[in-house]
């Protein structure tokens, strides 16, 4: 009985593949309902009414790599690309900052120029938004080699993310094209040996089966990571899965309800990056507990699915998600509460 299902979940934090699958299979109706409410005890057991907010810079938008459902993917050419300065990237943190975001993340196409000189300017910036801004960091900029995530985390980074889209590996070769599915799998754990909080995710719509996506629930939740998301694929323009017919938000609503059930005092997104300002709801009363890519307008600043999507006319500013969430019955987490997750979830440096 998925009832039962739930309620076991609920209670133990843990499912067997099967039970996962089970309930990625429901299809509406009370069951659903059951799912978003079970999860949303959790939620508010653990964390109470706060939600945690994150800001989002995409501060270089060139990529050697051809992911083939990424807008930014090398052969996609003559679209726009912009890099940001140090000197930007240090304001733009400082005024998510004054503003009450509770974390940067400073998100990168794998970009030669940040890539080159041991990653001196990759490391250089994460130093300069730590230094002089003193805001939480969220570094996501590729894969790495081993050696750099120490460095990273001496640079002032709180988190390191990299997602693993799914854990099905032969759909995960052809959709990262020529990069290493273990390598990638593995930047997790050395994170996490090298004392950062780690980020994993999977991405919904992209040829996988509900089989594939019970497993990826099943692998993300089992790898130790303080943060896992679910995000709907949008189809680009441009590249090779541009005419993919897009899903609606059921599958990861049903995805992040599940994960919340097994990562009960995890962070889990919701992201704005897939429906913009309007997917905010769905989000929270599936389970999710923070808020990410929160964009500020007029700083020329790209999302990574939805690219112009709710930016320049501000719905996905500061000031309209906190009220939004205020409507909601939510509040914004202060940098206090914010910094006392992370002390609490930090894992013990080994490296
Ligand atoms: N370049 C780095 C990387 O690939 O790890 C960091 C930025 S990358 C653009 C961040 C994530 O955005 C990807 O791992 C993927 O999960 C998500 N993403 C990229 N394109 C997307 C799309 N079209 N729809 C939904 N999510 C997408
Ligand atoms: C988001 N567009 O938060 C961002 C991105 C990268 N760490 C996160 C996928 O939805
Ligand atoms: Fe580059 Fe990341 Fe896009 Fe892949 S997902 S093409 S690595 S920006």
Redesign the pocket.
């Known amino acids: 009985m998925i009832a039962d299902t739930i309620s076991k979940a609920e209670k133990t934090g843990k499912l067997s593949t099967d039970e996962i699958f089970e309930l990625m299979s429901i299809k509406g109706g009370q069951d659903l309902e059951d799912l978003y409410s079970a999860a949303r005890r959790v939620r508010d057991r653990e964390f109470g009414k706060k939600i945690f907010t994150y800001g989002f810079v995409y501060f270089s938008t060139y990529?050697k790599n051809n992911c083939t459902?990424?807008?930014?993917r090398t052969s996609n050419k003559g679209i726009d690309r912009y890099r940001k300065t140090k000197e930007e990237i240090v304001e733009l943190s400082a005024s998510l900052q004054d503003a009450g975001i509770n974390l940067s993340d400073l998100?990168?196409?794998?970009d030669p120029l940040m890539y080159k000189d041991g990653y001196a300017n990759l490391l250089e910036i994460i130093s300069a938004v730590h230094d002089e801004v003193g805001i939480n960091i969220m570094a996501?900029?590729?894969a790495l080699p081993h050696e750099m995530f120490s460095k990273v985390r001496d640079a002032g980074a709180d988190w390191y993310a990299?997602?693993q889209?799914t854990y099905n590996r032969q759909l995960f070769e052809s959709l990262r094209v020529n990069q290493s599915y273990d390598d990638r799998r593995n930047q997790k754990t050395w994170a996490m040996e090298a004392g950062l909080l780690a980020e994993d995710?999977m991405?919904i719509g992209l040829g996988e089966t509900v089989r594939d996506r019970a497993e990826t629930i099943q692998e993300m939740s089992s790898l130790g990571c303080g943060q896992v998301r679910a995000?709907t694929?949008?189809p680009?323009v441009g590249t090779p899965m541009q005419d993919f017919t897009p899903y609606d938000s059921t599958e990861e609503l049903k995805a992040i309800a599940i994960m919340r059930l097994l990562n009960q005092d995890k962070l889990i997104p919701c992201s704005l990056d897939v429906e913009g300002i309007a997917g905010l709801k769905t989000r929270i009363n599936a389970g999710a507990n923070v808020v990410t890519s929160i964009v500020p307008p007029s700083q020329h600043l790209a999302g990574?699915?939805q690219h112009e999507l709710d930016i320049e006319n501000g719905n996905r500013s500061v000031e309209h998600v906190f009220e939004m969430l205020e409507d909601m019955g939510h509040h914004h987490a202060s940098s206090a509460e914010y910094r006392s997750f992370l002390e609490a979830h930090r894992p013990k440096r080994v490296a």
């Open positions: 990529c459902f990424c807008y930014y998100t990168m196409g794998e996501s900029p590729g990299c997602y889209e995710g991405m995000m694929f949008v680009q990574v699915a």
